[in-house]
């Protein structure tokens, strides 16, 4: 077991809070996290959340052009989401990429089980097709992406401790979207997201724990 601490608490908690621009800078949300976690301090990927989060109430359009209602969907399934855009030029394809290489070591019975959600952050511009496309190279064609429209997008997001902002156009030309960028983790025994990784977990890292993340066990 880990020990637990106050700074454990304080670093999950501004996870929740931070947002980063897929380029590097980061910025604070403003608002306030959902719950309150507190983590276990070692060399692992994983923070354990004592209170975990419940599945977002998210109902959206899938890569295909169907709507797909995530609880639905995903219920007694061990699920990873995440929040995203695929014109993030680091930060996202980097994690779809460390969760791909993983789940392809999985026996084929439970890569069968595992579910992995993108929703994006900039739905403007992710349609269903260019979601569709960008999964099959940045992660994997079985990953389910998802886009709607931003306030339901963002209000699911934030059901999850996780704070997106509007995507920004900035003065040369770009457009950037602010997001936090955590993964969480959903057991398929409760459905609840009791596991949260940040975006410095590896490839190596992800699989180590997702042998056990499907049976819902902490890893």
């Known amino acids: 077991m880990r020990k637990k601490n106050a700074l454990a608490v304080a670093l999950v908690a501004t996870a929740a809070l931070t947002l980063s621009a897929c380029g590097g800078e980061k910025a604070d949300s403003g608002s306030k996290p959902v719950t309150d976690v507190s983590a276990d301090m070692n060399d692992k990927a994983a923070t354990v959340l004592d209170r975990p989060f419940k599945k977002p109430d998210l109902v959206l359009t899938d890569t295909h052009g169907k ?4 609880r639905e969907r995903t219920k007694g399934k061990p699920t990873l989401i995440y929040f995203g ?3 993030c030029p680091d930060v996202c394809p980097l994690t779809m990429s460390n969760i791909a ?4 070591k999985l026996p084929q019975a439970d890569r069968d089980k595992l579910q992995v959600v993108f929703v ?7 349609t269903p097709e260019a979601l569709g496309k960008w999964l099959k190279g940045a992660g994997d064609p079985t990953f389910t992406g998802l886009t ?3 306030p339901t997008i963002q209000a ?16 040369d030309g770009s457009v950037v979207s ?13 459905d609840a997201g009791y596991v949260l990784y ?19 066990q902490n890893p």
């Not at 994006?120 to 992710?126: A, G, K, L, M, N």
């Not at 602010?178 to 409760?190: C, D, E, L, N």
């Open 101 to 104: 290489i993983a789940s392809k």
């Open 198 to 216: 940040s975006e410095d977990t590896t490839a190596e890292d992800y699989t180590k724990d997702l042998p056990k993340l499907i049976k819902g």
């Open 67 to 70: 709507k797909y209602d995530l």
């Open 178 to 190: 602010m997001h936090g960028a955590q993964v969480i983790a959903f057991s398929p025994k409760t």
């Open 120 to 126: 994006t952050t900039d739905p403007e511009r992710d």
């Open 85 to 87: 855009y695929t014109n």
């Open 148 to 150: 709607g429209d931003f």
């Open 156 to 171: 699911g997001a934030r059901q999850m401790g996780i704070g997106i902002d509007p995507p920004k156009k900035e003065k």
